[in-house]
């Protein structure tokens, strides 16, 4: 019942860009702040963007702070992510997950809801 699901990953070579989103069903996101996290083969989950539920706070990991870019529209549900200038680094799984707040790091914040994930894949 309470569901997010992401989309818009894929293959990219390294310069381009990609805007993933995150839908929500069961439940409203006008309350929740909304993250982007990221998990790359045998690499820990590392936080990506914190979007607070009004959308007034932006935060981002330093790795991708000036190339992304959190978006939201509470009216419809969902979440976005602009990802420009990506880099092989970049590749990994996204995921979206709804807390309450957005924290400094954002690792630090809790997420109660996830989606499945989306394949971005950076490669020449």
């Known amino acids: 019942q309470w569901k997010l699901v992401e989309s818009g990953g894929g293959l990219v070579q390294p310069g381009g860009s990609l805007r993933l989103s995150c839908t929500a069903s069961g439940f409203t996101l006008n309350y929740h702040a909304m993250a982007w996290f990221r998990q790359a083969p045998g690499k820990e989950r590392e936080g990506v963007s914190c979007?607070?539920?009004?959308?007034?706070?932006?935060i981002y990991a330093d790795s991708v702070k000036g190339r992304f870019t959190a978006s939201r529209d509470n009216a419809n549900n969902m979440v976005y992510l602009q990802m420009n200038s990506l880099e092989p680094e970049d590749t990994a799984v996204y995921y979206c997950?709804?807390?309450?707040?957005?924290?400094?790091?954002?690792?630090?914040?809790?997420?109660?809801?996830w989606g499945q994930g989306t394949q971005v894949t950076v490669s020449s």
């Open positions: 997950a709804a807390g309450y707040y957005c924290s400094t790091y954002i690792g630090d914040g809790k997420y109660d809801f």
């Open positions: 979007i607070s539920p009004s959308g007034g706070t932006e």
